[in-house]
C-alpha cells in the first residue's frame, strides 16, 4: 500500500499552510519553508486541481496563486499559524525552565525537527503519530535529505488502540524527566471519552510540571443549530468530504474544572481572536480566525 493514500490529508495541508504564511506573508509568524518540501509533489497536485476547480472562472491567475489562495481562504489557516507560533514559544519558555524533553502527538508533518532553533539543541524530540502518515514523513524527509538524529525518535503508533504510555515505551523516551507535550489540531477529531481518556494517558507519561499545549474547538459551534460562520461550516464540511469528521470540542467556562480530574491544571487559553491580538495585534497579515478555535496550555499535578 502507498502510504501517501492514508496519511492524513489535512496534516499535509496544514503543513502547506505553514510553508505558505512563511513565504509570502508580509509579517510571517512563523518561519518554516519545510511543508512545501515534505508534501509530495503528487499531494500537492492533488490540492492545486481542487483549487483550479473551485476558483472565479474568470481568474488569470497561475495553478500555484491558485492553490496559494486557496490555502490561505482555508478557515483553519490563521488558526494553524497561531497555534503552532503559541506551541513553539511556549516550549521555548519550558526549555528555559530546564524540560529537555519533546513529545510531538499526532505530530504529521510538522517540521520543528528540520529546523531546531539553537535554543533546542539539546532537546530529545519524540514523534508519535499513525503509521501512514509517519512512514510517508519519514520517507520525504529522508528524500529531502535530512539526515537522521540521535535526539529525533520516530514512533509509529495507532492511539485508539495503544496507549500513549505504551508507545513511548518503545522508544528511549525517559519517564522520570519533566516533558513539554503538543497536541495540536486532534481533539476536534476525537469523542470526548476519547480525548478524556487521553488526556489522563498524557498526564500520566512524565512527572509533575510538565506541560502540554493542545487545541480545541468551542463545543457550542459544534451543535446542530449553531449559526457560526459561513467558513468555519465550510472548513467543516471539507474535512468530513476525505473522513476526518469534526467529533467534540470542550466548554471554555468549564475546561479548567475538566481538566483537573485528568491531571491537569489549567494555565492559559486563548482563542484564535485573543491569539492573534497578541501575535499580530495590527493586523499585519490579515489573519481573521475563527473565535471557536483554541489553544490551551496546561501543566500536569498529582492529587494529593
Not at 68 to 81: G, I, K, Q, S
Request: charged share 20%.
Amino acid at each position: 500500500m502507498n502510504p501517501s493514500s492514508q496519511a492524513s490529508r489535512t496534516a499535509l495541508a496544514t503543513a502547506l499552510m505553514r510553508s505558505i504564511h512563511s513565504r509570502s506573508a508580509p509579517a510571517p509568524l512563523l518561519d518554516d519553508s519545510w511543508g512545501e518540501r515534505l508534501v509530495p509533489d503528487s499531494v500537492r497536485t492533488a490540492f492545486r486541481e481542487r483549487a483550479l476547480a473551485r476558483r472565479d472562472p474568470a481568474s488569470s491567475d497561475s495553478p500555484e496563486a491558485a492553490l496559494d489562495d486557496a490555502m490561505r481562504a482555508n478557515a483553519a489557516y490563521p488558526d494553524v499559524l497561531l497555534r503552532s507560533r503559541y506551541t513553539e514559544d511556549a516550549l521555548k519558555d519550558a526549555v528555559a525552565r530546564g524540560i529537555t524533553q519533546y513529545v510531538l502527538i499526532g505530530a504529521g508533518f510538522d517540521s520543528f525537527v528540520c529546523r531546531t532553533p539553537a535554543w533546542a539543541q539539546g532537546l530529545d524530540i519524540y514523534e508519535v503519530d499513525h503509521p501512514a502518515t509517519q512512514q510517508l514523513k519519514r520517507q520525504r524527509l529522508a528524500a529531502c535529505g535530512v539526515p537522521p538524529s540521535a535526539s529525533v525518535h520516530f514512533i509509529e503508533a495507532d492511539l485508539s488502540t495503544e496507549s500513549l504510555g505504551a508507545a513511548l515505551a518503545r522508544s528511549p523516551f525517559d519517564a522520570a524527566r519533566p516533558t513539554f507535550f503538543s497536541w495540536l489540531g486532534v481533539t476536534v477529531y476525537l469523542t470526548r471519552e476519547a480525548n478524556l481518556a487521553a488526556l489522563r494517558a498524557i498526564a500520566t507519561c512524565a512527572p509533575d510540571g510538565s506541560e502540554l499545549v493542545f487545541t480545541y474547538i468551542d463545543e457550542a459551534a459544534l451543535r446542530p443549530d449553531a449559526a457560526g460562520n459561513a467558513a468555519f461550516q465550510r472548513l467543516r464540511s471539507d474535512v468530513s468530504s476525505v473522513g476526518e469528521d469534526f467529533l467534540s470540542g470542550f466548554d471554555p467556562a468549564t475546561l479548567g474544572a475538566l481538566l483537573r480530574d485528568t491531571g491537569f491544571a489549567l494555565q492559559e487559553d486563548l482563542d484564535g481572536h485573543q491569539a492573534l491580538a497578541r501575535y499580530d495585534p495590527a493586523g499585519l497579515n490579515g489573519l481573521r480566525p475563527a473565535g471557536a478555535a483554541h489553544v490551551a496550555r496546561v501543566v500536569s499535578f498529582r492529587s494529593a
